[in-house]
Structures are given as C-alpha cells and as structure tokens.
Nanobody, 127 residues
Framework: QVQLVESGGGLVQAGGSLRLSCAAS????????LAWFRQAPGKERAFVAA????????YYTDSVKGRFTVSRDIAKNTVFLQINSLQPEDTAVYYC????????????????????WGQGTQVTVSS
C-alpha cells in the first residue's frame, strides 16, 4: 500500500523560500508520476507540479513556472518541491499524490487521476 508523507511546510514571509518533501513508500515507483497539488482556503485542490519517477520529466502549472522546482531522490524515495519567491497567494495546504502513468495518460494535472494522497503540509505566507 502506497504511503506518502509530506513535510517542510511552515510560516514564511513573502519573498522567502521553502522546500517541501514527500516521503514515498509501499511499492516501487518506476512507472509512476508523483505530483504536488495545493488547496487554498475556500478553493478546490489544484495542480502545482509533477515528475516522472523513472525519467525525471517535470511538469508545472503556468503560474508557478520559474519559482517552483520539483525533483526526486530515487535512493531516498522522496520527492521535493522547492518554492522560491513565496507570495501570499501561495498560502495553501500542499499535498503529494501518486499514480501510475498508465492511469494518468496526459492528465497529470487532474486530481481524479490520483489514487494515493498524503495528509498535506500547510504553507502560510505573510505579507
């Protein structure tokens, strides 16, 4: 059974940086996509970034390109999200998710394609 545990969130001033981690366990992830989503208060959960576990290919929503970087450490079975130049609108709970590419196809941005989710980590950005 896949387990995903996020960490690294916190309270940070605008302009600051955070690195979120997602420790993945329960299976081998060679054919999987690992993704980050976020959910701000009163809003739907939204795609942030995804990475192909085997190839390392990365995908981002347009609003975070240039500020967010997704990466993975295969030896540690961990996915990271480096967030720079944080803005108050980045305040949200950030979730890690996993699914086989066979289930996702090209819809890596779609929450419904992911079966496994972490509990989330809160990121709060003060102005």
């Amino acid at each position: 059974q896949v387990q995903l545990v996020e960490s690294g969130g916190g309270l940070v001033q605008a302009g600051g940086s955070l690195r979120l981690s997602c420790a993945a366990s329960g299976r081998t992830f060679g054919s999987y996509a690992l993704a980050w989503f976020r959910q701000a208060p009163g809003k739907e959960r939204a795609f942030v970034a995804a990475i192909s576990w085997s190839a390392g290919s990365t995908y981002y929503t347009d609003s975070v390109k240039g500020r967010f970087t997704v990466s993975r450490d295969i030896a540690k079975n961990t996915v990271f999200l480096q967030i720079n130049s944080l803005q108050p609108e980045d305040t949200a709970v950030y979730y890690c998710a996993a699914a086989p590419w066979a289930n996702i196809g090209t819809y890596y941005y779609n929450t419904k394609k992911y079966d496994d989710w972490g509990q989330g980590t809160q990121v709060t950005v003060s102005s």
